[in-house]
């Protein structure tokens, strides 16, 4: 069974740090590109980053770029999601989703990913 469980949200002050994990399980993650998307209600949701399968390649939206690095580690099956330089703005749920195909590109927009996790809670206030 195909399951993402993302952890590591908390409340941090503005200029605080926390590093987001996404673990999966039922399949190589290594295959896969990895997208991390927040929503906030009302909202829809929205990419941060995503990490390519095979070069490891990166991208991040212009709000983040800078302040948020995203990484994996094949032998644990996760990929992270180190945020800085936290901002009000960047709360959220943060969520992780798949690449609906094996060693592709990522790319930021959420059509190109399927499996998610549940989410994970990010507030940032002081």
């Known amino acids: 069974q195909v399951q993402l469980v993302e952890s590591g949200g908390d409340l941090v002050q503005p200029g605080g740090s926390l590093r987001l994990s996404c673990a999966a399980s039922?399949?190589?993650?290594?295959?896969?590109?990895i997208g991390w998307f927040r929503q906030t209600p009302g909202s829809e949701r929205e990419a941060v980053s995503c990490i390519s399968s095979r070069d490891t390649s990166t991208d991040y939206a212009d709000s983040v770029k800078g302040r948020f690095t995203i990484s994996r580690d094949n032998a644990k099956n996760t990929v992270y999601l180190q945020m800085d330089s936290l901002k009000p703005e960047d709360a959220g749920l943060y969520y992780c989703?798949?690449?609906?195909?094996?060693?592709?590109?990522?790319?930021?927009?959420?059509?190109?990913?399927?499996?998610w996790g549940q989410g994970t809670q990010v507030t940032v206030s002081s």
């Open positions: 039922g399949f190589k993650l290594a295959y896969y590109s």
């Open positions: 989703g798949t690449g609906r195909y094996m060693f592709t590109i990522c790319g930021l927009i959420e059509d190109e990913y399927d499996s």
